[in-house]
């Protein structure tokens, strides 16, 4: 059996065909958005208008080793190529003299640019699609609150009012609904509320499908597949949310999850170490998180792509659209403040029995002293690399592998 | 010697040493920032720290508080700051956390931090885990007050939220209730001390000039650790007799790019040859240059969303056009970006920048906190030579 799995396959193939389709779309004249991860898709899904999210594109290009090229781009037009790499290597792409020679065929020219005003430089990036003809910018604000809701993946479905925070709401609502005025009034197309809440509904469901995965592979002994193959099993239906393909492909992962459990199949054959990676995926060097099944046995069992769309997207009742403004406001908070970020991580290194946590701690602001924290204080091992996840210049991959592999010798090891 | 010109010469001395002896204690509040704190302190009266340009100081004055801008300290070192924010953050924030652990800010009532950058964000986030996580860490109460910019009607109603809940958490702090009266006048105060650091910022931009662009950072600092009244009284004194002061000389440099929370970097740009006649950071320009609409907590809403725009926080746009505006207005002769390590907003602006104000230019990047490379004083250097003769 090839142990890849057939649903992440299907995905990545799905993806292929849509973004191929979509360069014909654009050119017959479709409206297009290229938008940041944290931003309310559902919008632009509900009123059939296309969109790439800004971060896959990046990660299909660092995949593909076209990175350096594109940041080269950038300095070369004196912008830094030290700064914000991941959000801003779709905008050095646009300048790529040779288009047809990118990733699949390239990322079309987006008709809107859709970011949150998060950090210092991530929304000037978009400041400078914002000059491209055609291109318009819509910035949307991003709020943070003084207090801090504890347990907040309990409150999320269904008390996210108290989690989030009302005023923080009623923010994110006004511009939800200048969003839609300004897409209704340049794109010609309708914004219809029924279309809103199947939507809305459908998105809920492929989260529910994404939980009881997380909870499956959180109980499996042995884990049932690569986290090279949950990250596009999630991530790729998870940019399409919203679709009953994507509502349908995240129960195929399920099931295929499930039959693999059921098997008692694993992805290492000798698997004595459960590994927890907390950061963004190191997509420069993908092989990274099998290396140590072969010569340790230690399986990466959880990244926080799949454990964030089971406890981080859940959003039922009250208003749609306040539901949908629940949904992204507080998305760098469940991941990079703490303690909303810390304490999860600890609740699901638990729910996962790990022995170990690789964390990643990129040269940017978000830091990650109060992470490894809470995670040493709940008693499990935690190993800090220092890396940025798209730009390889940051480090050596030999020296990583070393790194991780004294570490599993050294700390894992005696204690398990 | 005639009785007339004895009497003339001693009010002329007299006059000099008003103005003088006023810059004198502006520039020492400035280099001991502490220093009205302990008196104020010693007359039962509360006071809090704050971080960043963002908190509506018109509140804690009316609250009967001491508000204390943090400054960081350079060369002093960041190991504890480091240990809890990491390396990838703005080392000013770094060492302002870092002074805060080792109790450099004395015993503070309380520490109010806006979002007015990211750093400052996680400042924030750091003192409020280390309170819950490690109590034996000594650190003041602290409240987030987040100011938004996007120029949206929505927006204003949100930072009207904000400023009423630092309002009742100020008030539980201090014991007492803020008066509509107090605020009117906390604002009356601040609006009049906002004038007159207008005013006295022209004293460098005149030909010739009577202050240097230290001397006016130096100014600027001191009357956010001053009682507001204070400052108004030695900055009077100051603009009193402006023609008593020194003259100052040097190629005329807008400077751009990061803050300055010490007059280092200005002190080292300035021994070099340069005149720094303006600047769009909110330790200097940018701090002053807005008024409260009518004293409110919607008033305040509106000058704090609308004050900038600062290079963390406003698009590129925005930011390009007040640079070039605010070069013509100071009659710059040059336009220098001046960028620390892990400040990554103004690279992103200079482009833009560079081209609107179509004046020479230098970015200096990736700089230490607190200093400049040696290179990159060459560079800034550079700049007299390529003005000439102009100045
Ligand atoms: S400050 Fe006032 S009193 Fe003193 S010399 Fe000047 S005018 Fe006279």
Known sequence: ?416 | MPAATTATSARTASRESTASSALAQLTAHAADRMAAAGEWRAEGRPVIGYVGADVPVELLTAAGALPVRLAGSPGAGTATGDRYLGHGVDPAARSVLTRLLDGDYGDLDGLVVSRDCEASARLFYAVRELRRVEPAVRLPPAHLVDVLHLPHRSTTRYVRAKVAQMRATLETWTGRTIADADLAAAVEAHDRLRQLLGEVAELRRERPARLTGTAVLAIVAATTTLPVRRSIELLERLHAHPDTLPEADGARVFLTGSGHDTTDVYAALEDAGLLVVGEDHDWGDLLFHRRVREPTELGLAERYQYNGPSAPRASIRRRAAHTADAARACRADALLSYVRDHDDGPLWDFPAQRAAADLPAVLVDRQPYGSLTAEALASAAGLTNQLGGIR
């Open chain 1, 1 to 416: 059996m090839s142990d890849r799995l057939s649903s992440a396959e299907a995905a990545l193939a799905y993806q292929r065909q849509w973004f191929a389709d979509l360069h014909g779309a654009v050119a017959d004249g479709a409206p297009f958005a290229l938008v940041n991860a944290d931003t309310p898709h559902e919008i632009l899904r509900t009123m059939g208008i296309p969109y790439v999210v800004n971060q896959w594109w990046a990660s299909i290009v660092t995949a593909k080793g076209r990175t350096q090229d594109y940041l080269g781009l950038l300095r070369e037009r004196g912008y830094p190529d030290h700064s914000e790499q991941y959000s801003s290597i779709a905008l050095g792409s646009l300048f790529d003299p040779d288009p047809g020679s990118a990733p699949w065929g390239g990322l079309p020219r987006p008709s809107l640019v859709l970011a949150e005003t998060t950090g210092d430089a991530s929304r000037k990036v978009f400041d400078v699609w914002d000059e491209e003809p055609g291109t318009t910018f819509y910035p949307l604000e991003s709020a943070a609150r003084d207090d801090v809701p504890p347990r907040w993946w309990e409150l999320m479905p269904r008390r996210w009012e108290e989690a989030v925070g009302s005023d923080r709401l009623d923010l994110m609502v006004e511009e939800l609904v200048g969003l839609i005025r300004f897409l209704e009034a340049t794109t010609g197309r309708e914004f219809l509320e029924t279309r809103f809440r199947e939507v809305m509904a459908l998105a809920n469901e492929q989260q529910e499908w994404n939980r009881r995965t997380r909870d499956l592979i959180a109980r499996a002994r042995p884990c049932p597949l690569s986290v090279t193959d949950s990250i596009p099993g999630v991530m790729v239906p998870q940019w399409h949310r919203g679709t009953t393909w994507a509502r349908d492909a995240a129960r195929a992962f399920h099931d295929e999850v499930a039959a693999r459990v059921a098997e008692g199949t694993g992805v290492c054959p000798d698997e004595r170490y459960r590994l927890m990676w907390v950061g963004r995926g190191l997509w420069f060097d993908l092989d990274f998180y099998r290396r140590f099944q072969r010569t340790h046995g230690a399986v990466f069992v959880w990244s926080m792509y799949l454990a964030i769309a089971a406890d981080g997207y859940l959003r039922y009742g009250g208003d749609p659209l306040r539901a949908l403004a629940a949904r992204f406001a507080a998305f760098s908070d469940q991941l990079y403040t703490p303690p909303w970020s810390a304490e999860w991580y600890v609740k699901e290194a638990r729910h996962h029995g790990v022995d170990g946590v690789v964390h990643l701690v990129s040269d940017d602001a978000r830091g990650g002293y109060f992470t490894t924290r809470a995670l040493r204080a709940a008693g499990i091992p935690v190993l800090e690399l220092r890396a940025d996840n798209v730009d390889a210049r940051s480090a050596d991959k030999d020296a990583l592998t070393r790194t991780v592999g004294d570490w599993l010798d050294n700390e894992v090891a005696p204690r398990t």
